[in-house]
């Protein structure tokens, strides 16, 4: 038993590892505000299934702590955090919905709640952040239009994710899990 406790440590430490590798690259590299965080929250796939929600959230609050300490950039941070980070786990009790357009209504609703608590936090905590002056309401209504887009490319990716760690992935690691 303490055999398996010990390789489940080590392997959410490789990975937690990689997931703040990637938040700060997000910092390196300029665009990569949003594409970082969803890498880093891809790592939580494997963790979960391997672990249960219960390592990965773990995880997830280990690595979301070390970015808000050591980023530099509070807005990928703050991503990680509110969406990337907890929607793998999110979605894997989604998945247990039988109606595929309550599940999508709850994925939409998630999405729009903690994108508008993100950028509302990161407004009132870092006033110079975020930049709206003179555009109001319709740029963070685009705002909210392009990252839905984001939000249903990295569900999609999530899905492929999973699918070539179970069938591809897993097989190659299970004498090391």
């Not at 939580?44 to 995880?59: D, F, I, K, S």
């Not at 793998?88 to 109606?99: A, E, Q, T, V, Y």
């Not at 975020?130 to 963070?140: D, P, R, S, V």
């Not at 249903?152 to 492929?160: I, K, P, Q, W």
Request: with cysteine.
């Amino acid at each position: 038993m303490g055999g398996r406790k010990s390789k489940s440590m080590a392997f959410c430490g490789v990975m937690g590892a990689l997931m703040v590798t990637f938040m700060l690259l997000g910092d390196v590299m300029p665009l990569a505000t949003f594409c970082a965080p969803m890498l880093a929250g891809l790592l939580l796939v494997p963790v979960t299934a391997e672990y249960g929600n219960r390592m990965g959230a773990t995880l997830y609050l280990a690595v979301g702590v070390l970015s808000l300490l050591i980023a530099s950039d509070p807005e990928m941070s703050f991503c990680f955090v509110f969406m990337a980070g907890p929607y793998p786990m999110i979605r894997n009790k989604l998945g247990k919905l039988r109606s595929k357009a309550v599940m999508l209504a709850l994925k939409v609703i998630y999405f729009s709640v903690m994108l508008t608590l993100m950028y509302g936090l990161l407004q009132l905590i870092f006033p110079g952040v975020i930049q709206m002056e003179g555009t109001g309401m319709a740029a963070f209504a685009l705002l909210i239009g392009l990252g839905l887009v984001t939000f249903v490319a990295y569900d999609t990716l999530l899905v492929s994710f999973s699918v070539i760690y179970r069938v591809k992935l897993r097989p190659r690691l299970k004498q090391f899990l």
